[in-house]
């Protein structure tokens, strides 16, 4: 090889070296470069990280401290770390503070070791005389970690205490022995303390079965929620407490007041039973059916209606199992195609709108009325009314109206009658004679101011009509007070109105012509008059004619009484002559008086002089007057007075003298040998006056008359003696009875009561 080559090819390989190896350095300088790029990227990252994490720690309360082998360092919070020494008084570095959390309490200094040797989480709130502290421990590889929190009144985790202490309901927190750790204003209030401090001097809760709660969330480590009632502000408040498990060794609770709600349950519980109770009191009968078809709700009455079993209901049937067995008993309306009508009855869940009544002829004679409604919380409303009785009620009223209306008709009086909105109701056909007008027209007007236009023309008194109106159409009860009244027509009739309320707030309004009656009324007021004039005619008559009697009587007994003075000088026929006519003179001076005592009676003037008049002694002055009459016709009188009989008040010159008609009246019928007997005893009222004879007797077609006046004449007088006793005793407010046979005597009886009913003074 020529040395140019060589040197050629020496000069190339070292340009090919030299090339090679900037090539070399320009790869390596790059590669270089980008690991230093990738380093600061690391170191910038770890710093944004650091940064991080100071920046979260400081953002919480507390102070920081690492713990590996036997030294502790703080890490961050020398501000919560001297507040931690402060509180348990020693100094301010990482390692006292956890001695003298140690110290405090065996069980905190076990925990402790655990999380140092074993790596075992805890957290436990430790009390001082200068506060509290949260101590918290959390192990990261060899190193443990250990938050010391000055608690206060502060939630553990303080950022979040001011939003928990706003709360409208309490919430608290307590660690694993129950004990309080941190509380709410509201639970604060709840529990009546004043501060947290004051409610864990007095041991303050809010309520022992919240507290029995929290203690089994913190042992179950699950949450656990309950209801209870708390006196609260002395007000009874129901609260939904809930206990959550936080951290290893406190529980937190928050209680919701729900007395609303509650309050509101109840009243909607009580709305149902009593909705349930009021349903039950219906006779209707009630089924409910839900969305499902199934029985919700049934009443008693909807039992009773199909003779169902309770049981059998309480399983809630669908409604087409109820059809089922409602059609094998036979209690449902007779179908041919019974498939076809139970689908239609099952179609009304998917309908809407109301669906209209129906009614059920059952096989059993019933008839019911059947409405389905759907249910405002989903499914159908059924209501079943036997509504039999109801059909039978109407056909018996339509036939009593038939009847009404026939009645009507048959009166001669108008009538009519109108409702409450005045449209006429019923008339009869005397009201259409009436009034001259025709059926047609009457049905034509219809109200009651057209039907007073067609009877216008007969009466014309529109005040009439306006009043008639009024008592047709006020709705005031006292406007419709029954109304009475006369008119009289164009015609000269006088016509009798009135208006009577009907129980249904109709109206009934008669038309009578009373022309007739009105003309006989006028005759019968004159023939009264006449009568009553003639009356008194007769009463003077009879007071005149008897006083003047009295005037030639007088003169007779006086002349009789002359010459019966000249005793022996008169000859025995003219002494027997003399007798009879004193006799005469006697009878006919009583028969006057009867008839003046009569009419008397008769005018109403009578007035009984009142006294005290003893029975007995009343009865012996009768028997002295009559016992020389009785004696003489071979009789003999017996007075028989009970211890009892007392005293009455009566007027006793009027009692003698019903005594002595009764006593002449037996003297007459009685024979020789007869017995006339007088008597007196007490009853529950009075006095019980008798006089009987054995005589002859009373027949019997007179003793219905024998008080009459002119009645037994045939024994002298005029006829008034009994007449007059039967007077007398009604005077004092008594009456007398006769008891009497035909060939045994009779018996008259006067009842008299204990004080007489006229008492007043005898008229001059």
């Not at 025709?438 to 109200?447: L, R, S, V, Y």
């Not at 009439?464 to 009244?485: H, I, N, Q, S, Y």
């Not at 009188?637 to 002449?664: E, F, K």
Request: charged letters at 25%; one cysteine or more.
């Amino acid at each position: 090889m020529a040395a140019s080559d060589i040197a050629f090819a020496a000069a190339a390989g070292a340009t090919a070296l030299a090339l090679s190896t900037t090539l070399w350095t320009w790869r390596f300088r790059r590669r270089a470069e980008a690991r230093a790029g990738d380093l600061e990227a690391r170191l910038a990252a770890v710093q944004a990280a650091l940064s991080e994490a100071e920046a979260a720690t400081a953002a919480f309360e507390g102070a920081l401290v690492a713990v590996e082998g036997e030294e502790a360092r703080l890490v961050w919070g020398d501000e919560a770390l001297e507040t931690a020494a402060a509180a348990l008084e020693v100094e301010a570095d990482s390692a006292s503070v956890l001695q003298a959390v140690a110290r405090i309490a065996p069980e905190y200094g076990v925990k402790l070791r655990t999380l140092l040797e074993r790596g075992e989480p805890c957290r436990f709130l430790v009390q001082t005389s200068r506060g509290a502290l949260v101590v918290e421990g959390r192990p990261s590889g060899a190193i443990a970690w250990v938050r010391i929190t000055p608690a206060g009144d502060a939630v553990p985790g303080g950022k979040f205490a001011g939003l928990a202490d706003r709360l409208p309901n309490p919430a608290w927190i307590t660690d694993g022995r129950g004990a309080l750790v941190w509380a709410n204003r509201a639970w604060l209030e709840a529990a009546e303390a004043t501060s947290l401090d004051d409610a864990r001097a007095r041991n303050a809760t809010f309520d022992r079965g919240a507290d029995a709660l929290l203690s089994e969330a913190f042992q179950l480590r699950a949450r656990r929620e309950g209801f209870r009632w708390v006196t609260v502000g002395g007000q009874r408040r129901a609260y939904r407490v809930a206990a959550e498990p936080v951290g290893e060794d406190e529980v937190a609770a928050f209680a919701i007041d729900v007395t609303e709600a509650e309050e509101t349950r109840e009243a909607l519980r009580r709305h149902v039973a009593a909705h349930d109770e009021t349903l039950n009191h219906l006779a209707d009968a009630v089924a409910i059916f839900g969305p499902e078809k199934r029985l919700s709700y049934h009443n008693t009455a909807f039992q009773e209606l199909w003779a169902l079993e309770a049981g059998w209901l309480a399983e809630r049937p669908t409604h087409g199992e109820l059809l089922d067995r409602l059609r094998q008993r036979r209690r449902l309306p007779e179908t041919v195609e019974y498939t076809k009508w139970k689908a239609a009855e099952l179609e009304f869940y998917g309908s809407t709108a109301v669906a209209p009544d129906d009614l059920w002829s059952l096989p059993d004679g019933r008839t019911l009325r059947v409405v389905r409604q759907p249910h405002p919380m989903g499914g159908l409303l059924l209501l079943f009314s036997d509504i039999t009785g109801e059909l039978k009620l109407r056909a018996q009223y339509n036939a009593l109206i038939q009847v009404q209306k026939a009645t009507l008709d048959k009166l001669n009086d108008a009538v009519a009658v109108f409702g409450s909105d005045g449209r006429l109701r019923l008339h009869n056909e005397a009201f259409e004679r009436f009034w001259n007008v025709t059926g047609e027209q009457i049905g034509e007007a219809g109200d009651f101011d057209r039907v007073a236009e067609l009877c216008r023309p007969l009466l014309h008194d529109a005040a009439l009509w306006t009043e008639l109106k009024g008592k047709v159409a006020d709705t005031d009860p006292r406007a419709r007070a029954p109304m009475t009244g006369e008119a009289r027509t164009s015609d000269r009739r006088v016509v009798a109105y009135q208006s009577r309320p009907l129980p249904d707030g109709a109206t009934l309004i008669g038309f009578d012509d009373v022309t007739a009656t009105k003309e006989l009324v006028r005759a019968l007021e004159q023939r009264s008059a006449a009568l009553v004039e003639a009356e008194r005619l007769k009463r003077d008559f009879v007071g005149n004619v008897s006083y003047e009697l009295r005037t030639p009587l007088t003169t007779i007994v006086g002349y009789s009484e002359l010459l019966e003075a000249q005793g022996q000088a008169l000859p025995d026929r003219a002494r027997n002559h003399l007798g009879a006519i004193k006799t005469a003179a006697a009878q006919l001076a009583r028969s006057i008086d009867d008839v003046l005592d009569m009419a008397q009676i008769d005018a109403g003037e009578m007035a009984l002089a009142i006294e005290d008049v003893a029975v007995c002694d009343a009865l012996e002055a009768a028997a002295q007057r009559v016992r020389a009459e009785i004696e003489g016709r071979g009789g003999a009188l017996v007075v028989s007075c009970a211890a009892d009989a007392g005293t009455i008040r009566a007027d006793a010159r009027r009692l003698g003298q019903a005594l002595d008609h009764l006593l002449d009246n037996a003297a007459r019928a009685t024979a020789a040998g007869g017995v006339v007997t007088l008597a007196a005893e007490r009853t529950a009222s009075g006095v019980q006056l008798t006089v009987r004879d054995t005589g002859r007797g009373i027949p019997y077609h007179q003793q219905a008359h024998v008080f009459d006046r002119f009645v037994g004449r045939d024994r002298g007088g005029p006829g008034l003696g009994l007449a007059l006793v039967k007077a007398l005793v009604e005077l004092h407010g008594g009456w007398v009875a006769l008891q009497s046979e035909p060939g045994a005597g009779a018996t008259f009886t006067m009842h008299l009561p204990e004080q007489a009913v006229m008492e007043r003074d005898a008229a001059e």
